[in-house]
């Protein structure tokens, strides 16, 4: 009789137990997504903070810049000192990046200074984003792109046309007109994949206005090629800009190959800008493209935005 007691105490016992394990796992797992949860929770919050921090600087930036006083190197404006964020007092519009803060910084670049994807012609495209002694390359981006833009479907030597894409598989369809629509089609074509977009983002872009501002533009083989003129000679005009600029416009313009309707010294007032925000383990960057104008009644217009 005692030895059925001791059983029916240990199985209670044992039962007790387990109901005891049971409920502590239970307390562990939902602590444990509590844990996640609350983490969730934190990384949404700061995702959503650097994106309203982000949108908030470029309000101020809208702001700045169109009451900034403007040279032809760089905008200056002491008026936004008691701003939420504080911008610089000047910024060089060479694409340079600044920090604002331990956790913002903000890039601004005049596309005066960059290429029209839509108008710069192919064999420059290729050269500007191929490498010194990138010959074969240079020869694909150009082929391909001319591919792309003309109406036939006849391939050109380094190119491709309708066939060529379909043999790879890739649901891309060749456009045949010369508009080029954004920056981004160009990695859809033949052989551009092998370039760095982000070397196609610091050179070309897709917007207003069509001339390139010389006295930004750094790249010497470039300019030398379109201007019709040894390197070199290009070499000595970028130090002449830098010590007597109006001595390098009088130069650069008397040259055969300048002509007013590609070509200025002057802001386009059109702005590529990025900011880029972190809180905690979460970053935003916004990149968009500005249109300015002074003394408008609709002094900017946003061309493109993006928020990651």
Excluded: C
């Excluded at 981006?141 to 109406?151: M, N, T, V, Y």
């Excluded at 001339?211 to 000595?236: C, H, P, Q, R, T």
């Excluded at 809180?279 to 946003?302: A, D, H, W």
Aim: proline share 2%; aromatic share 10%; charged share 25%.
């Amino acid at each position: 009789m005692n030895k059925t007691i001791l059983h029916k105490k240990a199985f209670a016992f044992s039962i007790t137990m387990w109901i005891i394990a049971s409920l502590l796992f239970a307390t562990v797992v939902i602590l444990r997504f509590a844990k996640d949860e609350v983490k969730l929770s934190s990384g949404l919050n700061d995702k959503l903070t650097t994106q309203l921090m982000a949108e908030s600087l470029l309000e101020s930036l809208k702001f700045y810049v169109v009451t900034g006083d403007y040279t032809s190197t760089s905008l200056k404006n002491n008026l936004l000192s008691k701003s939420i964020y504080s911008l610089p007092s000047e910024i060089i519009v060479d694409g340079r990046e600044y920090n604002l803060s331990q956790q913002m910084s903000i890039s601004l670049q005049d596309t005066s200074g960059m290429l029209h994807v839509m108008h710069t012609p192919s064999s420059i495209v290729a050269q500007v984003l191929s490498p010194e002694e990138g010959y074969d390359l240079q020869g694909i981006l150009k082929d391909s792109l001319d591919d792309w833009r003309d109406e036939d479907n006849v391939a050109r030597v380094n190119g491709a046309e309708q066939n060529a894409y379909q043999a790879l598989d890739k649901k891309n369809k060749v456009r045949n007109t010369k508009a080029i629509q954004d920056i981004h089609e160009l990695k859809l074509i033949h052989g551009f994949d092998q370039v760095d977009f982000k070397h196609i983002e610091s050179n070309f872009y897709y917007g207003r206005g069509t001339s390139a501002n010389l006295m930004l533009v750094k790249n010497a083989d470039y300019l030398a090629f379109i201007l019709g003129v040894d390197k070199n000679f290009i070499e000595k005009m970028f130090e002449l800009r830098e010590s007597e600029p109006m001595k390098f416009r009088k130069n650069i313009g008397a040259l055969p190959n300048y002509n007013d309707d590609y070509f200025s010294f002057g802001l386009s007032k059109q702005f590529k800008v990025k900011i880029k925000v972190q809180e905690g383990n979460s970053q935003s960057i916004l990149k968009v493209m500005i249109s300015f104008k002074k003394l408008n009644s609709r002094p900017y217009m946003t061309l493109s935005y993006t928020l990651q």
